[in-house]
């Protein structure tokens, strides 16, 4: 099967969280994890209402969520209900504190994550 190399750079909690969820997925690898969650991704064409707005904060709170979910990866925990609202409240806040961006110009396309 040919492939097309992607460079691809985590910060050391979410490659550490992607090597456990791989494990527990029981994924063979890193690498067929991503592909799959892209795959999954481009079947289900769904909005990314909690992954998009972690995207834009700052770094240092991105850090610290990745943090939070390395953690929760290695209870076995996942985030729902009244804590996951919390942290995306948390998480508007430090968006809503930051300069506005121009959105990127329409191309036609899907949005993605």
Do not use: C, W
Not at 55 to 81: F, H, I, S, W, Y
């Amino acid at each position: 099967m040919a492939s097309s190399p992607i460079s691809l750079k985590l910060p050391p909690d979410l490659a550490e969280t992607a090597k456990l969820r791989a494990k527990q997925l029981r994924y063979p690898s890193v690498n067929a994890y991503l592909k799959g969650l892209i795959r999954y991704d481009a079947l289900v064409q769904g909005e990314h209402q909690i992954t998009l707005p972690i995207a834009a904060l700052p770094g240092v709170e991105q850090d610290k969520m990745d943090a939070k979910l390395l953690e929760n990866t290695k209870r076995g925990v996942g985030e729902r209900g009244q804590f996951l609202k919390r942290l995306l409240i948390k998480g508007g806040k430090a968006v809503a504190s930051q300069p506005a961006q121009e959105p990127p110009a329409n191309t036609g396309s899907s949005p993605s994550a």
